[in-house]
């Protein structure tokens, strides 16, 4: 590797040598492992007991981090890469919502009925109450259909959290194109502010603290959108990678992961390593073990009753988890991901839309 690199990506938006240039499959499947080991930990106990600055816990939110991260970047290329709002938003879709659908499907039609305590008129009639649809689509109780009362932790699928917080990122992304903001300097350092602010203000919730992970991806787009104004050098990973030790443990550890994790995924992204460039040439599995990971690690604590040491659970988790995830790219993510190639003209076609306004399409015809 070059000691200092400026930018990995052409001016188009694209990575010379495609897909299999980088690393990137390889950090999103890392960083997959990790959260479903932190998981594993943390169903297991329940989170009851578990301090702030537990290192499993920390392990999971770097992982967290290191895909937002890489969202972000990534996102900001598409977006750069295509034709018109309405395509990208039809890829995003494309890309998110059909292998959700079917994970929701398979946890609350396959897992659910197997594993409920109610009986099963009343698991289908609970499944369809008010009480049940609020909580869709990932019931962070599942009392609500007697999934997992005697687990340590109730949750069915507490992953998808961040779902639509990354749904709501692409549309923070489309909008500043289209208002044509998202290259000026000042546009995502303002919303980062914002973001910062929300997190001081909430910083003892630990749930409304969740807004930080937002930074990651803004952090994410601007590393991406601003790349060939940033050089990628050995010692400053390493200055970041000191920075992270010494900070691990404290009450400074967040801040210091926001400094840190962004330049250190991207960084990391573009290491010329042997293989790890062409690691996803079976598939991208990341987001399938994501969706799916949680259930299946509570329904194993469930039928085993919580006798399985953290590393059988994280293994056989992981086994039954990837053999999902292996399905659902081949079955649905690589399928619907072949119809994004269609053009907006044709997608209005098919969902008998209205064609744009002129105001709307107009920052594409600019930059051509």
């Not at 290192?55 to 967290?64: D, K, Y």
């Not at 018109?84 to 499907?105: D, H, M, N, Q, T």
């Not at 060939?228 to 390493?238: E, F, L, N, S, T």
Request: hydrophobic share 55%; aromatic share 14%; charged share 10%.
């Amino acid at each position: 590797m070059k000691t200092e690199r400026q930018g990995a990506v052409t001016e188009g938006g694209s990575i010379p040598g495609g897909r299999f240039s980088n690393n990137f499959d390889f950090l999103r499947f890392a960083a997959a492992a990790m959260i479903v080991f932190a998981h594993a930990y943390a169903l297991r106990l329940g989170y009851v007991g578990i301090e702030m600055y537990d290192p499993v816990i920390l392990v999971a939110q770097a992982g967290l981090a290191a895909l937002l991260v890489t969202s972000g970047y990534l996102i900001a290329m598409s977006w750069e890469s295509t034709a018109s709002p309405l395509r990208f938003a039809w890829k995003r879709l494309l890309r998110v919502i059909p292998a959700l659908v079917i994970a929701i499907l398979v946890t609350l039609f396959v897992i659910g009925p197997l594993l409920t305590s109610l009986p099963p008129g009343d698991y289908f009639a609970a499944l369809l109450s008010p009480a049940a649809l609020f909580t869709a689509p990932y019931f962070e109780d599942g009392s609500v259909i007697g999934l997992f009362q005697d687990n340590p932790w109730t949750y069915v699928n507490g992953s998808l959290w961040t779902i639509p917080v990354e749904v709501m990122m692409y549309g923070v992304v489309a909008a500043l194109g289209i208002a044509g903001l998202l290259h000026r300097l000042g546009a995502i350092a303002v919303l980062a502010a914002v973001n910062i602010l929300a997190w001081m203000y909430w910083f003892d919730d630990p749930r409304m603290a969740k807004v930080r992970f937002t930074l990651y991806f803004l952090v994410g787009a601007f590393l991406y959108l601003h790349r060939h104004r940033i050089a990628y050098r050995p010692v400053v990973a390493g200055a970041l990678l000191l920075l992270l030790g010494f900070s691990a443990m404290t009450p400074y550890l967040t801040v210091a992961g926001v400094i840190a994790i962004p330049y250190l995924t991207i960084y990391a992204a573009y290491l010329p390593i042997p293989y790890l460039s062409t690691f996803g040439r079976a598939g991208d599995f990341s987001y399938g073990i994501y969706i799916y990971h949680y259930p299946v690690q509570q329904a194993l604590i469930q039928v085993t009753t919580n006798t399985l040491l953290l590393p059988a659970l994280f293994g056989l988790s992981f086994a039954v988890t990837f053999a999902l995830a292996y399905l659902s790219w081949h079955a649905v993510e690589k399928r619907a991901l072949a119809a994004k190639s269609l053009g907006a003209d044709d997608l209005r076609r098919r969902l008998r839309l209205p064609s744009l306004p002129e105001s709307l399409t107009a920052w594409s015809i600019a930059r051509k």
